[in-house]
Nanobody, 125 residues
Framework: QVQLVESGGGLVQAGGSLRLSCVAS????????MGWYRQAPGKQRELVAT???????NYSDPVKGRFIISRDNYKNTMALQMNSLKPEDAAVYYC???????????????????WGQGTQVTVAS
């Protein structure tokens, strides 16, 4: 019914850039806040950035000034432009939607806390 699929991860040299994309598949009425999280080996999953349906953004301190989150509500996509990458940015990056209202037949249903499968980002020093 609702799926988030990330792409764009890979290997990059320190100081380089990558652009991650997240596509939401399904028939949606609305997607509320979306965000990117990351999890490095042996560490807890942490917030990277969030964006509301109205476009208000929030960034964690480690990525502020280097990463840019954006979304296209018509295409149901979200992106994360990552610049000036550091080795400590290496992690699996996950797309997240906190609340999705979607069409199930002729009616609407709601699902909360939707995650993508993750995409690996590796930064070589």
């Amino acid at each position: 019914q609702v799926q988030l699929v990330e792409s764009g991860g890979g290997l990059v040299q320190a100081g380089g850039s990558l652009r991650l994309s997240c596509v939401a598949s399904g028939r949606f009425y609305a997607i509320n806040d979306m965000g990117w999280y990351r999890q490095a080996p042996g560490k807890q999953r942490e917030l990277v950035a969030t964006i509301t349906s109205g476009g208000t953004t929030n960034y964690s301190d480690p990525v502020k000034g280097r990463f840019i989150i954006s979304r296209d509500n018509y295409k149901n996509t979200m992106a994360l432009q990552m610049n000036s990458l550091k080795p400590e940015d290496a992690a699996v990056y996950y797309c997240h939607a906190d609340r999705v209202v979607y069409y199930r037949g002729s009616s609407r249903s709601t699902v909360e806390n939707v995650w993508g499968q993750g995409t690996q980002v590796t930064v070589a020093s």
